[in-house]
């Protein structure tokens, strides 16, 4: 870092964004109600909880059950962060046991749906003996506090029951998203070490039985250490169960004991591992711990979802990402709401899907990606028109930005102009929400996730560390700690510290671009780094790469990402063939496919275009850059003089023009 003056780039100026987006104020009725119910007051607890940020948490984390109180707040030596020293806390306990004590007994704590339309009710005292009962089988399978357990499972109440499960016995969890291919497992099985594994048959998913368990038996002939494999009966499909190894969920519960006593755990104790992509191909295993974790997520529903005991809340996300971790499992529970899970696609049987299952269940707090809103204005408006949803009260939308057109019908069509749209900001490494609305206080503007959440000391800055002044293209960073955050990159503490904490020493590096406009509010513009946001999922250029070149036609792979109206961003891969082979359409087809079985469906290119060679720097660097501009516009304008090869880019807007 240098003092040296900010470089201006992008100007946006106020008069602009009023233009494009119009200011919308929460009712009278909503701030009366809301815990937060005005901007004067969030103005006047952000400035205290950014003041004396330890004593805004601590007050926080004291509205959980501690067994041992903690006695210090914060232990902060960039980049390692303990919070709550010396508390100890079971996670699954507060999300679970002091609902099922208490008044919230006989409340239902997940409404589950089915793709096909079973329906399942089950209460926080069903909810408790379940727990129990599934922490006293791993007990008894030999499953102990700090051993890693992989969970590969569909949309079902068992996922978020063996991930409490885990929680309550110590076991640390990492969910697998049940989209991604074997070698996905093998890789996240090998680098966490995991010594157990929770899956299912299969889960429904647009009208056709997925199966699952084929997965992990692939990954399992590469992988020794694996003890056990529960599996979920679900979709009765044939599978293969190997004696001794694999047990059936259901047998197993059968005869377990429904009494189970909580055991505190250090704050510090490990809660789960959740890989996300980076900038290399080696996906990074973010590590969360407990009592941190459980007091950020816990928070952020309270506030920014201002959950209530009459509320119904659904999260459309899966349990495998981490909105699906902290706004499923996690936070709803700990505020012991009621909530919604659903198994299968928006559109099955048709776009009416989500709309009807509001009505039905009168939902009143709806949280989903903008990606699925693009896909239903798509679909047309006769689906939502077709429903009730007046019972719904608040909106969210999480995972990319969200477009204005895509706000402005999510508000009218889905709202009523009635809801206010909290845009919430954050990350698999941030575990809860950071930047976002509150409710019943800030004015929601389409396009901004607004302002900072109370202790999150937010700022953009240069590339010299200076901070942007307003309306002015810049990093985005947070200066002081928070109890959500990851503490390290699971077996890589150098990586951990070299992604997020060097740029800024003992700054917060989110590697998103955003800017702030003269009010405060925070635009996100998107990633710095080689990630994608495919339909709000975070993939790695590197990981789709490594893929690619892994088939043995490939000599070499470079992948970008264009814009795509409903994606958000599509993938184009750039393919350079080995010798002897010859670019065909089912070269191209079986690349694709390729990439499907190494990663999984969700990160095969959209497109693929072979090229004899590709755009590199004097030292052999792909300049990815040019390929984007190329894929976008059709067109280079920028400055090509680091080229190794100048040809080489009418070489390219030749072959895309074919
Ligand atoms: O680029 C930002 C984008 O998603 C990235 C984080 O992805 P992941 O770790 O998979 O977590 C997704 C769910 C929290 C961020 O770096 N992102 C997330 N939410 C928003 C967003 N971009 C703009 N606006 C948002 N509300």
């Not at 407990?290 to 959950?307: E, N, V, W």
């Not at 405060?520 to 994608?532: C, E, K, Q, S, T």
Request: proline share 5%; hydrophobic share 40%; glycine share 8%.
């Amino acid at each position: 870092m240098s003092s040296k003056k900010s470089k201006k780039t992008t100007k946006f100026t106020d008069e602009h964004a009023a233009v494009l987006q119009a200011t919308h104020k929460p009712s009278t009725a909503f701030s009366k109600n809301a815990r937060i119910g005005s901007m004067a007051a969030y103005e006047k607890l952000y400035r205290e909880s950014i003041a004396k940020p330890e004593v805004f948490w601590a007050r926080e984390a004291r509205e959980l059950v501690w067994r041992k109180p903690f006695s210090k707040t914060l232990k902060w030596k960039a980049p390692d962060a303990q919070w709550f020293i010396g508390g100890k806390l079971n996670v699954a306990e507060n999300c679970v046991d002091r609902h099922a004590a208490g008044t919230r007994k006989n409340k239902a704590a997940i409404i589950w749906e089915g793709e096909p339309g079973d329906k399942r009710v089950i209460t926080y005292a069903q909810l408790h003996r379940e727990v129990c009962k599934f922490s006293n089988v791993l007990l008894a399978r030999g499953v102990k506090a700090k051993a890693r357990v992989l969970i590969y499972m569909p949309m079902i109440p068992e996922a978020a029951i063996a991930m409490l499960a885990c929680a309550r016995i110590g076991a640390v969890h990492n969910v697998v998203f049940g989209g991604f291919a074997s070698e996905a497992i093998l890789d996240r099985l090998e680098d966490s070490g995991a010594t157990a594994i929770i899956t299912a048959d299969g889960g429904w998913r647009r009208g056709k039985v997925i199966a699952l368990k084929p997965a992990v038996d692939e990954a399992l002939k590469k992988y020794h250490k694996i003890k056990h494999v529960f599996v979920v009966k679900r979709t009765e499909n044939d599978i293969s169960m190997q004696p001794g190894r694999d047990l059936w969920w259901q047998d197993e519960m059968e005869t377990a004991s429904a009494k189970h006593e909580a055991e505190g755990f250090d704050s510090e104790h490990p809660l789960f591992i959740l890989y996300t992509s980076g900038s290399t191909g080696k996906p990074k295993g973010i590590l969360h711990t407990s009592g941190g974790y459980l007091t950020g997520t816990y928070s952020t529903c309270k506030y920014i979802f201002d959950m209530r005991d009459e509320d119904i809340y659904w999260c459309t996300a899966d349990v495998g990402w981490i909105t699906g971790h902290s706004y499923i499992v996690y936070g709803p529970l700990a505020n012991g709401v009621t909530q919604l899970m659903y198994e299968g696609a928006p559109n099955e049987p048709d776009f009416g899907r989500f709309w009807k299952m509001i009505e039905e269940h009168g939902v009143t707090i709806f949280y989903t990606a903008p990606t699925a809103i693009r896909a239903f204005i798509k679909a047309g408006d006769q689906f939502p028109e077709k429903h009730d949803l007046t019972s719904l009260r608040l909106l969210g939308s999480v995972g990319e930005p969200i477009n204005p057109e895509a706000w402005n019908w999510y508000y009218e069509k889905i709202g009523g102009s009635r809801c206010p749209i909290v845009d919430t900001w954050w990350q698999t490494e941030t575990g809860a929400i950071l930047i976002s609305p509150l409710p019943g206080a800030t004015p929601c503007i389409p396009g901004t996730a607004t302002r900072p959440f109370f202790g999150i000391d937010a700022a953009i800055l240069d590339e010299y560390g200076n901070e942007c002044p307003p309306n002015v293209d810049g990093r985005l960073v947070i200066r002081k700690p928070w109890p959500s955050m990851t503490r390290t990159i699971y077996g890589d503490k150098a990586r951990f510290h070299k992604t997020y904490f060097s740029d800024y020493p003992g700054i917060y590096l989110a590697g998103d671009g955003a800017r702030r406009d003269k009010k405060g509010n925070f635009w996100i513009i998107g990633r710095l780094d080689d990630v994608l946001n495919v339909s709000g999922h975070r993939l790695g250029t590197a990981e789709i790469e490594s893929a690619l070149v892994s088939h043995p036609s490939v000599a070499e792979a470079a992948v970008v990402a264009r814009p795509h109206d409903l994606k958000g961003q599509a993938i184009a891969a750039f393919v350079t063939l080995k010798l002897g082979y010859e670019s065909s359409e089912d070269l191209g087809k079986e690349l694709r496919d390729h990439v499907g079985h190494v990663i999984g469906a969700i990160a095969k290119p959209e497109e693929i275009h072979f090229t004899p060679v590709l755009p590199k720097t004097r030292s052999g660097k792909i300049i990815r850059r040019l390929l984007k501009e190329l894929v976008t516009t059709g067109t280079i304008s920028g400055n090509v003089t680091t080229l190794e090869d100048v040809g080489v880019i009418e070489l390219l807007q030749k072959l895309l023009k074919k």
